[in-house]
Structures are given as C-alpha cells and as structure tokens.
C-alpha cells in the first residue's frame, strides 16, 4: 500500500535518468547520510517513458521505485507531463505555443506546447493514465505531482487553437450572448464592437493599446486553462489512485503574477509551492516570508508543501548570487515558519549537463566535502528536532487582501504611472507589520473577514460589489480597515466606477478625489502627520476632499500640497482608513505603530526588519520560530523548549547571529479559536 507523507518532509527533484547507476547507489547511501525522506521522481522523464510513441519503458523507474523504498524514502512520483517528448511535437507541430507577436515557440527547451492543445492532453491523460495503473499501490507512493510548474514558460498562447478555445470560454462567461460581451468590453470604444463570437481573438500585437477587459478576459480564460490540465489529470489520479493525495507545484513569487493561485488552492488535495529569490533584490527574506504566507493563502490556511527553492545560486538569472554562510538553513525554516510542511529543493545532485548544469544542488558538483553539504546535513537536522510543529498553522488577527485579477488589472497599459505595482504596498505593509511581530494572512477578498481585527487593503484597483460590502461590514462590526491608494477604480469588468474615486470605496472611507496626481521619476513629496517629523513619499498623490472622514496626514508640498494624504473615519464599531500615496518604509512604519495602537494587535516580542518572529498553533501545543538575518544577536522573550538545542528558555532566548530557533511554548498563547 502506499505510504503517508513524513513529517517536516526533507528532500528534493531526483532525475537518477541523467546518471550512470553507480551514481544511484551513491545517491542512496549520502540520501540517507543526508536525512532525505522524500523525492519527487520523473517530474521530466515523458521521453524515457515513453521514447516512441508505440514503445513504453517503465524497468528503469520501476526499480528506482523499489530501490527507494527500501531506502526508507517516500516518493512524490509526477505525472511526467510536464515536457513533452521531441517525437510528439514533430509528429503534432500544432500543438506548439505562439507568442503576441505570432511566433511560435520551438522544441528544445521545455513546456513546448499550447495549454489548449487536445493533441497535448490526448497524450498526456494517457500517459498520467498508464502512470496511475502501474504505481497506484507501490508502497514508495506518498503523493501524485501533476506535470510542474503549470505556465511557468508557456501561460498564454495566442495560436489559433487558443483563440478557438477563448472563444468558448467567452461564450460560457456570458451566456452566449455576444451583446453582454461588448457591454463588457466597453467595445463602443474604438468601433470594436463584435456581432458575432466567431470575430473574437485573443489580445494579439494591434497597433495600438489592446481592449483591456479583453486582456483581463484572456488572463482569466489563460489562467484556467492551465488549471483545467491540472484538474483532468487530478480526476484521473483519484479514480484510479483513490486516498493518494494530488498536487502540482505554484510559484507563488514576485515574478510570476499568471496564475490564480487563490483559485487554483481549491482544487489540489495539498497545496505545493516552488520559490526562488531573486539575487539583484534587497530584503529578499521579506518578500519570501509574504509569499509564503500568500501560499498559506492558497492553501486556505492549512500546511504546505516547499516543492521547490535552492541550497544556492540558480542558473537562470542574469547574475546568480550564491547563498552565503547559514542562508539556505535560514530561507528553508522561514518557510516552515510560515506554514509550509516540507523543505523540498531543486534538485537532489547538481547536474552535469543542460540548461540547469549550473543550479545549486543538495549534493554539489564539488561533492560532500563542502560548506553546502555540510550545511543540508544541518538542516535536516533542525527539521528534524522541529518535525512535532508539523500539521498546525497561524492564527492570526490581521489579513492582507490579495487578488490576482486586481494584480492584472492594476498593471495594464493606458494606466495613470507605470510606477503603480500591485505587489508593492502589500509587500511593505507586510514587511512593517511583520517586524513588529504581527502575524499576517494573506487571502483572497472573498474570505470571511469577520474575524480579523485589522484588514489591510492594498492597490485593489477591481473589487466588485460583494467585496465592499465585506469590507463595510467588517469595520461596523469592530475591524480596522485600511486602504490604499488606486483602489475600487474599476468592477470587474475593468469599468471605471463612476462619481470620484476611490470609486467602490468613497462611501466606506467618507472621502472623495476629483483627480489623481501621479509623481514623475524621481520626483518625491513631504507627509506630515504620522511621526514626530515629516516623512518622503512618492509615485503617487490626489486631490482629495474630506467627505466625512478625518485628515491624519497631509502633504507638505509637491502637487497636493495642503491636501490630506491619510484619513481616517469611524464606521459603526471600527474604523476605515485612506492611504493616498505612496509612504517611504519610515513612513509605512509609522503608519502601522498608529494602527496597532488603535486595534491593540499582540506583538511577538524580539521581531524586527532583521529577525523573524512567527508562531504556529496545534491542537495542544504552539512553537515560535525565530529566524535572525542581521549580524547581532537576537535577544527574544519567549518561555519553553528550544527544540534545535534541547534548551529550556524562560524568556532569555539569544538566537546568534544568522542562527534559528524553535520554541514550543510553555503555555498555549490566547488568540484566534482553531
């Protein structure tokens, strides 16, 4: 029978096809110095599946399955589609993607086929069919991997294939009536208007500025076609493979805003993530720990699966930084902090040859007589002392709202500045509550936000009307809500909420702007109000009227000098706050100090820009992970037992710098009901 998942899982992409079979028995013995307890196998392995189209080979992954068993490691066993064999793709040229401009993206790469091609899905359910029928029972089997990394290179295709597709999807999204598609699309504009489906394409290269609620349909329609792959393997999978958990690996990251994710989290039986940081980025653990609790997000709370990240430099940026001193160990329990239950890497032996030859490995190509290796060995066994954290998540009182169709939306062309970036403020607000040891969820708009003491809404520029009455509720009934500048401008179908912006919230928030006043490059302005002096602000101000609310904060000068740049209203219970520019991290800060003193959120002593501080629940138990980034030792009050070190602490915990601990606490902390 199949095996359960290990706890705190600890392993990686194994692609034992690329080495000689010494290799493998090499492998096996430094897996289990290592502590590997899980693989992921076949993740690219379609060609040697299957080599011809009327030849399977299935001897060499079988006895890797066996051979792994009875190593004691489980097995996370893909479907293998992600890549299709060269012999498909020139038997079935077709099925290649097609770039916006009409060029077609060749073989000899990976993901080289359009996501609405049947020829690639005929192919792929027949392989994710005779995969299912020959392993659904090996013993090694912990968990099905449904192709990997679903758009990273192929998200819209524009081929005709798609446009025929696209066209069904819009059929479906309104009625079969063409007339609500161009009440939708606006297409009185520009005499774009359609009389009949059949005229419809995707957003190819036009001459000038394309329909923008045909682009925000074509990255809705592109984003679930790529989902519907997932979800006809997935079938396939529970079918024939029943009680075997199905996955496929996100990427929830700054760089890869395709996907809906928050919609994509309710059709897996366990929530997987791939992240990588970008080594050009300052503060790279900040943007990690958002994104981890995005995946968190996703995954509706519950654990999840680190599918993905390195023990060092990539391969695929333009300059690859390699991890220093203690930053891998560092990175992996920032993820489990943040929720995830396994620290899976890319991949389990640096490789010889390809495009990934030079993407750090857990057994690097200098061998085991290394600072990274030694460092694995280390970190499996922090995981090991930890693994009893395993299964609990956050509770938390504060939420950060997230939408991948507002991030579409916001960053759309024939836009008041390029400069808006919907990640942007979510991010540092995050950042300024985080170090304050706030914990933050990450979560969709449609949540139930009843619970939730502070509601931070960042740059939702599409929110329809459900959201606001949400968001209106909460704060009668006690919430404090704040908003952000180049929000509630448009519904859902990207129309410009008419009478003043912030459009869908003016009511909420009691003000009213007549007009945006975006900054120039480099152009920057002065905010009084929310420290002992005034702080910088950029990108963004308004000409705001008070319309019920209270000013907080006010330009000193630049274009709306005199004018209120933060507001706040009392709303039933709670209260609604306005942020209409864009505040310097000193001024997010002092933003945040006002609000955690108005809703008087629990801190978790010891956090700061530098040291993470975060805390999961069980049942029966809670665990504070401290994570120290900076160069000075991390004092932290907190009373229980360090797991990594065995050590009891009654609120005299010294994390060194670079270093982590692990606290289960002494006594279960109030907050939040499971």
């Known amino acids: 029978m199949p095996t359960s998942l290990p706890a705190l899982a600890f392993g990686g992409d194994y692609n034992p096809e690329q080495w000689p079979a010494a290799a493998h028995r090499e492998d096996r013995d430094l897996m289990r110095e290592a502590g590997v307890d899980l693989v992921t196998l076949a993740v ?72 609405s091609s049947p020829v690639y899905r005929e192919h792929a359910l027949e392989l994710c069919t005779r995969m299912a029928e020959r392993y659904r029972d090996h013993p090694a089997l912990a968990l099905w991997h449904v192709s990997n990394e679903l758009g990273c290179h192929n998200a819209r295709c524009y081929c005709d294939t798609s446009a025929s597709a696209f066209r069904s999807w819009l059929r479906r999204r309104y009625d079969d009536d063409v007339a609500r598609l161009n009440d939708a699309w606006g297409t009185a504009f520009w005499s774009q208007r359609y009389d009949d489906f059949a005229q419809v394409l995707p957003p190819r290269v036009a001459p000038t500025h394309a329909n923008p609620t045909q682009q925000l349909d074509f990255a809705r329609f592109s984003s679930d076609q790529l989902l519907d792959n997932f979800v006809v393997e997935r079938d396939v999978l529970h079918t024939l493979s029943p009680g075997v958990p199905v996955t496929t690996n996100f990427m929830v990251m700054r760089q890869t805003p395709e996907m809906d994710y928050l919609r994509w989290g309710r059709e897996l039986d366990v929530v997987s993530n791939d992240h990588y940081l970008i080594g050009a980025e300052d503060g790279g653990h900040r943007e990690l720990a958002f994104s981890a609790d995005l995946t968190r997000g996703t995954a509706d709370g519950r654990p999840w699966l680190l599918m993905e990240h390195s023990t060092s430099a990539v391969n695929w940026q333009p300059r690859n930084r390699a991890k220093r001193p203690g930053e891998m160990i560092r990175n992996s329990l920032s993820h489990v902090a943040h929720g995830a239950d396994a620290v899976l890497f890319f991949q389990w032996r640096a490789s010889r040859a390809g495009a990934e030859k030079f993407h750090s490995g857990l057994l690097p190509h200098a061998g085991t007589d290394t600072r990274q290796w030694r460092e694995v060995v280390e970190l499996s066994r922090v995981l090991d002392a930890a693994e ?64 939730y003491r502070l509601v931070v809404v ?38 410009v909420r008419l009478g003043g912006y912030p459009g869908a919230f003016r009511d909420l928030l009691g003000v009213r702007t007549t007009e945006f006043l975006p900054l120039l490059t480099g152009q920057s302005v002065q905010v009084d109000g929310l420290g002992s002096g005034p702080v910088t602000a950029d990108t963004w101000a308004e000409d705001l009227e008070l319309a019920g609310a209270e000013a907080v904060a006010s330009y000193v000068d630049g274009p709306a000098a005199g004018l209120p740049a933060v507001t706040r209203r009392e709303v039933g219970a709670g209260t609604a706050w306005y942020v209409a520019t864009r505040l310097d991290a000193g001024g997010t800060d002092g933003l945040v100090e006002r609000l955690l003193a108005e809703t008087g959120l629990a801190t978790l002593p010891g956090a700061s820009d530098l040291v993470e501080v975060t805390r999961r629940v069980g049942h029966d138990a809670s665990w504070v992970f401290v994570i120290n980034h900076g160069e000075a030792p991390a004092p932290v009050d907190v009373h229980g037992v360090e797991l990594v070190t065995g050590r009891d602490v009654a609120g005299d915990l010294q994390v060194p710098p670079g270093g982590v601990a692990v606290v289960r606490e002494s006594a279960r902390p109030a907050g939040r009901d499971d």
């Open 458 to 495: 960042p740059t939702l520029y599409l929110v329809d009307d459900a959201t606001v009455a949400a968001l209106t509720a909460a704060a009668e009934g006690g919430a404090t809500v704040v908003i952000t500048y180049f929000s509630g401008i448009v519904d859902e179908h990207d129309h």
């Open 44 to 115: 690219f392995s379609w060609a040697w599946i299957q080599p011809r189209p009327d030849a399977w080979e299935f001897g060499w992954l079988d006895e890797q399955m066996d051979d792994l068993h009875a190593a004691g490691i489980a097995v996370d066993l893909a479907t293998a589609t992600a890549s299709p064999p060269p012999w498909l793709t020139h038997r079935h040229p077709e099925m290649l993607p097609v770039t916006q401009d009409g060029r077609t993206l060749w073989p000899g790469g990976r993901q080289s086929f359009c996501p």
């Open 388 to 451: 009893e954290a395993a299964g609990s998540t956050a509770r938390n009182d504060a939420a950060i709202l997230f939408d991948y169709e507002a991030w579409w939306g916001c960053e759309l062309d024939s836009h008041p500045s390029i400069d808006v970036r919907y990640r942007d403020r979510a991010e540092d607000l995050h950042r300024s509550l985080s170090a304050r040891g706030v914990g933050v969820d990450v979560v969709h708009p449609s949540t139930d936000l009843s619970s």
